[in-house]
């Protein structure tokens, strides 16, 4: 009888540990980075974004030249006009000290929804790619490799890149 209790509570250690072992979950990783970094439409995106920032930056520094044409100019003949003048001048570059601060902020804003515009619809593109490939390799889980301190295991990244077709 002991021997039949020892060997009943045996198996069922060992049936609860093999289901334990069965319970865990698949999981695998991908190197995100990566794959937006190679990903073709996300260099033509950054090809526009780089393009549009150049154009902002042209703007900005030719107003950044006016300021300082007018600001040397103004500081010459500060001397020779009246205060009526003078008073006139610091109102006017106080101005373009403003108009030229909006714009900067301004385009900063427009070049960051411009990013946000062409970027989301390749995150959702890419995510979807992930979860495809996670499902057909029979995965629960797949995580970003960057978020990870110890990546041991199955790695999704040129599945998923291949899925992209790249």
Not at 72 to 87: F, H, L, P, R, S
Not at 106 to 125: R, S
């Amino acid at each position: 009888m002991k021997r039949l209790k020892s060997l009943l509570l045996a198996t069922v250690l060992c049936l609860g540990t093999s289901y334990t072992i069965n319970a865990q979950a698949k999981t695998a990783h991908v190197d995100v980075n990566e794959i937006i970094s190679k990903m073709p439409a996300m260099i033509d995106a950054q090809k526009q974004l780089e393009k549009l920032g150049g154009t902002y930056e042209a703007e900005y520094k030719t107003m950044a030249e006016e300021y300082q044409n007018k600001i040397k100019k103004y500081d010459q003949e500060a001397a020779t006009v009246g205060d009526a003048v003078n008073a006139t001048r610091q109102t006017e570059v106080q101005d373009l000290t403003k108009r030229i601060t909006d714009y900067r902020e301004n385009a900063q804003k427009e070049l960051q929804k411009k990013e946000a515009d062409l970027v989301k619809p390749l995150m959702d593109k890419i995510k979807a790619s992930i979860t495809k490939v996670g499902k057909a390799k029979g995965y629960q889980y797949v995580l970003n490799i960057a978020d990870l301190l110890l990546a041991d295991g199955p790695d999704l990244t040129a599945d998923v890149k291949k899925d992209l077709g790249f």
